[in-house]
């Protein structure tokens, strides 16, 4: 017979269920979780730090590797030497109250000097080294030589920061179609492992990353725009364009379409195969077989056991692809007359190439590739628990 348990006079017994353990005990396992808490969050920010200054080392790498290269190659100094010859002519041309010829020659030779002092020529190229990586370290872009804005400025950075909006509308949209697309058939997809419906979708994928962009660009162009007439062959606003600020917004969006409906078919198949695949890869470990037969809804089981463990990978596609949907498109952007940073970069270094544009294109598409990186590190440890930095 279990024997009741008796209370000792002036010692009021435990209630059911009552925590036993001493106060002062629980206070240090409280401190002493904290303290392990503290010590895991200083690991974690020291290593988002150690993966910053890495992140950084890469960008001042491939800046200086850049420089190297223009100076080594002389591309740099041909490039100054153009700009000089060609500030010596405007320069004789405005010399008009010089009539006589050798006193004009003696008064130009002068400000080549000058010229060539001032560009550095007169000194081998790699002590224009510092200077040059610092200057695109603080932003300071330069002016380009050959290319303008809209409103004649050259400052490299009124530049792209002209062209850059364009990209956006072009080349992130169409990133964001095909991430949404690409998430919501790949799961779906997932789940139907041999039908035929999975078979037709991973022969699409097949065909969607084997045709070029160019080519669908070009067939789009001869269906729909000299065909069927029914969208602007190239350009970004009709001509003569709209007056109202609405009216050119809308115009611009009708230009879109064509160039868009080019890039989504040709990357939302792979996407949608990725997704699918690294998604079934999740679906058959233990830990999926294990929620499922404890009887948990398969909208849960997808949710918190597949798709919280799939997402990295398929996060790393995503924020890279929308990094690099930044620096636009070279064949896709000549091809539609879309004035983007990938027209851009294809001008800079064609016909009369514009070293400052080329280097603060390669530093801002370096830059965005950095960023990106370093959002993946902290949406690592936010996704996936198994993460752990230190």
């Keep these: 017979m279990a024997r009741a348990a008796a209370a000792v006079p002036g010692r009021p017994g435990k209630a059911a269920g009552q925590d036993a353990t001493p106060p002062l005990v629980r206070t240090l396992n409280w ?3 904290n303290v392990v808490a503290d010590d895991a969050m200083i690991a974690t920010l020291r290593q988002l730090a150690v993966r910053a200054l890495t992140l950084f080392g890469v960008l001042l790498a491939v800046l200086i590797l850049l420089v190297v290269s223009l100076g080594a190659t002389g591309f740099s100094d041909d490039l100054l030497e153009a700009q000089v010859i060609e500030e010596v002519r405007a320069f004789r041309q405005a010399q008009t109250n010089i009539e006589d010829p050798a006193a004009l020659e ?8 000058e010229l060539e002092r001032f560009y550095g ?3 081998p190229w790699y002590t224009r080294l510092p200077a040059a990586v610092g200057r695109v370290l603080t932003l300071d872009l330069g002016e380009a030589r050959s290319l303008r804005t809209q409103e004649g400025s050259t400052k490299v950075a009124d530049i792209v920061l002209e062209r850059l909006p364009y990209t956006v509308l072009l080349l992130t949209t169409s990133s964001v179609i095909t991430a949404v697309v690409g998430l919501f058939v790949g799961v779906r997809m997932a789940t139907r492992v041999g039908t035929r419906l999975d078979r037709a979708v991973a022969y699409f994928a097949a065909i969607s990353f084997a045709v070029p962009a160019w080519w669908l660009g070009i067939l789009l162009i001869l269906v729909l725009a000299f065909q069927l007439d029914l969208l602007p062959a190239s350009g ?11 009216e050119r917004l809308l115009d611009l969006g009708h230009h879109a379409i064509l160039p868009i409906l080019t890039l989504v078919p040709v990357s939302v198949g792979p996407y949608i195969y990725t997704v699918r695949t690294m998604t079934v890869t999740v679906a058959q470990e233990d830990h999926v077989q294990l929620a499922r037969a404890k009887g948990l809804p398969e909208s849960q089981v997808t949710s918190r056991h597949i798709l919280r463990v799939a997402a990295p990978p398929i996060v790393t596609g995503l924020i890279l692809g929308l990094a690099g949907s930044l620096s636009g498109s070279i064949l896709v952007e000549t091809i539609f007359g879309w004035q983007g940073m990938g027209r851009l970069y294809f001008d800079a270094v064609s016909g009369a190439a514009d ?7 390669t530093f801002v598409f370096t830059l965005l590739y950095v960023v990106a990186r370093f959002i993946l590190d902290i949406l690592y440890v936010l996704l996936d628990p198994r993460v752990r930095y230190g």
């Design 121 to 123: 020529l007169d000194r």
């Design 31 to 33: 401190t002493a979780n």
């Design 236 to 246: 970004m606003y009709s001509v003569p364009p709209p007056d109202g600020r609405w």
């Design 106 to 113: 003696e008064a130009a030779e002068k400000r080549r000097a």
């Design 355 to 361: 070293e400052a544009v080329i280097v603060a294109l």
